[in-house]
């Protein structure tokens, strides 16, 4: 079996294309500053509708995170899951690739990869810092 | 505040038996529960004009309810739905019956819940087809592969971090459980363990085993709810429901974290270990107008150890980051200060979705669980959770 992708949407379009670009980038808050993941129509905070796309600077830290005993597609080295706070203060599910997953911890810092999954999607993912 | 008389009470419970029923499918099993719970209560079946159902993972369809009303020949109703709040839909189910029969817009409301997820998928597909079937983000979460039981381990993995908590406290919740279910002929997994034998048990997804996760099962229920008045005249003893509370906030990890969209002051309150359950809580407790101690058995939902861990401490039964401790020296198994899950829970008398919950909260107040029985008890609590510990809906049953 191989890993379940994600189908664009008009909104997530986007965040879509800044991955496969390896230039991942999220929507900021024009109003309230804060930045939002996953996309979105309009601000979560504050319901401003002025959102711009910016880039991130691929730093981030582990908030939670789990070693899959199994995972349910192909994977090279353990499946991690984890929770990924960005510098800039959203967050993400993710992977974190790493052949030593028990040397993780929450807080621990990570930067932001790329793992091309198809000829239309490219996924963020993290490994240690 | 509804007159004397009309306010609405569990008049009749059902439950089929729960395990591996091959044979069967998911409506045959909502009518078994259903007859069981129009015997229970000795109602004539003309008198039910209120249905819900919660849609199945098997056999399901946009307008369920339909299904199992034409099924069991109950013509004109008044109200129906099919709930879709997962396994929070039950107490959810209750609290709107409840309405129903309170603002006299029906006589008698049935609610039931039957799925043959075991049985009825292959072996290994199971945690797969319940995600296409949707039930967690398709597109920013399941790319990574996350599955439920590794959500709930995100979560118990940030307690842990948090607080300190430990597996074998995780563990004794699933041998509680255990416990219980061995004093329970209807239970699904009876053989006792013990907190080693969690912890010997497999990894599935760190630091959750396979001792912490319920185990997938057959299973069904039936609530009847009706008025007091109406009851009175009927089979089985009132339950009466003296609070109920929901609260719901969202899918994804991340906004469940930071508590997006919450007002600025209240953000502290909520994190991936703080749910929203504490504001269902609170209503619950407040429109009974009794306090967590006052309680005497507890059914809380238990599809993982770290979602009852959680609710410890979102039910107010001890400090924030105390629902390790408050686990542990057989405080909630029966004898102790707050037994729960004494037909054996999720983890181990099996079902899934939380009506069984509500009809052993219901059992207990009527004083028919037999050696599992917790003596003269006045109060129970229950509780349903789902989809990330985000959906919860919880209700204070007592005695007429």
Redesign the interface.
């Known amino acids: ?1 191989s ?7 008009k909104i ?1 379009q986007p965040f879509w294309d800044s991955c496969k670009a390896e230039h991942m980038q999220i929507q900021r808050c024009e109003d309230c500053g804060v930045y ?3 996309p979105v129509y309009i601000c ?2 504050c319901a401003s509708r002025k959102l711009a796309w910016m880039p991130v600077s691929g730093k981030g830290t582990i ?7 199994k ?3 192909e ?1 090279q080295g353990p ?1 991690v ?3 990924v ?1 960005l510098e800039e203060g ?6 974190i690739k790493t052949a030593t997953p028990e040397a993780l ?3 621990s810092p990570v930067r932001l990869t790329y793992e091309e ?1 198809s000829d239309e ?1 490219t ?1 963020p993912m993290f490994e240690p810092a | 505040m509804p007159h004397p008389g009309s306010e609405a009470v569990i008049a009749g419970i059902g439950e089929p038996p729960v395990g591996r029923l091959v044979g069967t499918n998911p409506t045959e099993l909502h009518i078994e529960a259903a007859m069981l719970a129009i015997e229970d209560a000795g109602i004539d079946k003309h008198d039910i004009d209120g249905l819900m159902t919660s849609g199945t993972f098997l056999n399901d369809n946009i307008r369920h309810h339909m299904i199992i009303g034409e099924h069991l020949g109950l013509h004109c109703k008044t109200f129906c739905d099919t709930l879709r709040t997962g396994g929070q839909s039950y107490l959810n189910g209750v609290q709107v019956a409840k309405w129903a029969v309170e603002s006299g817009l029906c006589k008698a409301v049935l609610l039931l819940r039957g799925d043959t997820t075991l049985s009825g998928v292959p072996k290994g597909t199971g945690l797969k087809a319940y995600i296409d079937y949707g039930a967690h983000p398709l597109e920013f979460e399941v790319p990574f592969g996350i599955t439920v039981p590794g959500v709930y381990a995100m979560m118990a993995q940030r307690h842990m971090h948090e607080f300190g908590t430990t597996s074998e406290q995780l563990a004794a919740i699933a041998v509680a459980c255990r416990k219980h279910a061995s004093m329970n002929p209807k239970a699904f997994k009876r053989d006792p363990i013990t907190i080693d034998d969690v912890i010997a048990s497999p990894m599935v997804s760190t630091p959750l085993r396979l001792l912490d996760c319920s185990p997938i099962c057959d299973g069904a229920g039936a609530i009847l709810i009706t008025s007091l008045e109406r009851a009175r005249d009927l089979k089985a003893k009132p339950v009466r429901i003296l609070g109920t509370g929901q609260a719901q906030s969202y899918y994804h990890l991340a906004h469940l974290a930071r508590a997006t969209g919450a007002r600025p002051e209240d953000k502290s309150r909520y994190s991936l270990t703080r749910s929203v359950q504490s504001v269902a809580a609170k209503e619950a407790f407040g429109r009974a107008g009794v306090k967590p101690s006052d309680i005497d058995v507890a059914q809380l939902y238990d599809s993982f150890t770290i979602t009852v861990l959680m609710q410890f401490e979102a039910l107010g039964y001890c400090a924030e980051g105390e629902g390790g401790a408050f686990a542990e020296g057989g405080r909630i198994e029966l004898g102790g200060e707050l037994p729960i899950n004494t037909n054996g829970g999720l983890l181990s008398f099996g079902s899934s979705g939380g009506i069984n919950h509500i009809i052993e909260a219901a059992r207990q107040i009527r004083g028919e669980c037999g050696d599992r029985q917790v003596p003269d008890a006045q109060l129970s609590l229950v509780t349903n959770v789902s989809a990330v510990a985000s959906n919860h809906s919880i209700a204070i049953l007592g005695r007429d």
């Open positions: 079996m890993r379940s992708l994600p189908t664009p949407s997530s939002a993941f996953y979560p905070e908030h939670t995170f789990t070693v899959a005993a995972s349910s597609f994977i499946l899951v984890a929770l706070e959203a967050m993400m599910v993710s992977n911890s929450i807080g999954v999607i996924l």
